[in-house]
């Protein structure tokens, strides 16, 4: 296991247009949270899993945003009816449980909504 | 709402140089994390502090944790160019500071 998996890597996507990224976290790792980094930006928290329950969701989300990790693996996150402000970098971090040898982030996936 | 405040946002300085990035949180926190970025890259990981008085050190970075005062820092010893990046530091369930961006200069 290499690390955490993110795909794709860009993604360029007209204005209300519905987009899905995936993320596969480390095998072992029970915690997948996504953020969301514009540029000059720390990464800004968008929700976070236990397994296959999503444990918190922030509420700066619209409702356009939506995500899953149905088998408590592998993580989707879906926007709908994309907007320019949605451009950003998409980034995706798996821990076990706790967080306590830290997290480790995928590349990303870079979204530029046109 | 937890905030994280990481000061200086900016930070530039020259080789052989000591400096310190600090980070300030807002709520009670027994665990703070530190981040390295470099430009279009992802983030990894420097430092995971996991109690009060903690202290890591790895090459010229050294990182501490007071959690009474809600304060972490990352000192830079002897600075050399390698190390600029923009530095993050993240609180509990991972929620993160603005950055530090350092640059270091010949």
Redesign the interface.
């Given at each position: 296991d290499t690390g955490v998996s993110q795909d794709p890597r860009h993604k360029i996507t007209k204005r209300g247009q519905n987009v899905t990224f995936r993320c596969d976290p480390i095998s072992e790792h029970n915690r997948l949270?996504w953020?969301r980094q514009t540029l000059g930006?720390?990464?800004?928290?968008l929700t976070?899993f236990q397994n296959e329950a999503q444990l918190?969701k922030s509420r700066l989300l619209s409702d356009r945003f939506s995500a899953e990790r149905p088998k408590g693996s592998f993580s989707t996150l879906e926007i709908q009816r994309t907007e320019q402000g949605d451009s950003a970098m998409y980034?995706c971090?798996s821990s076990p449980t706790g967080?306590?040898?830290?997290?480790?982030?995928?590349?990303?996936t870079r979204l530029t909504v046109v | 709402e937890l905030k994280v405040e990481q000061n200086p946002l900016f930070l530039s300085m020259q080789e052989g140089k000591n400096y310190t990035i600090y980070c300030n949180y807002s709520t009670t926190s027994d665990?703070l994390?530190w981040?390295r970025q470099d430009p279009g890259?992802?983030?990894?990981?420097l430092f995971?502090l996991?109690s009060n008085g903690a202290v890591k050190q790895e090459g010229r970075l050294m990182a501490s944790l007071d959690t009474k005062a809600r304060l972490s820092t990352l000192h830079i010893t002897a600075a050399v160019h390698d190390l600029s990046a923009t530095y993050?530091c993240?609180v509990d369930?991972?929620?993160?500071?603005?950055?530090t961006r350092l640059t270091v200069k010949p």
């Open positions: 949270y953020y930006q720390g990464p800004e928290f976070y918190e980034l971090a967080g306590v040898g830290g997290y480790t982030f995928g590349s990303g | 665990r994390y981040y890259k992802s983030l990894e990981s995971v996991l993050f993240a369930d991972m929620r993160f500071g603005a950055g």
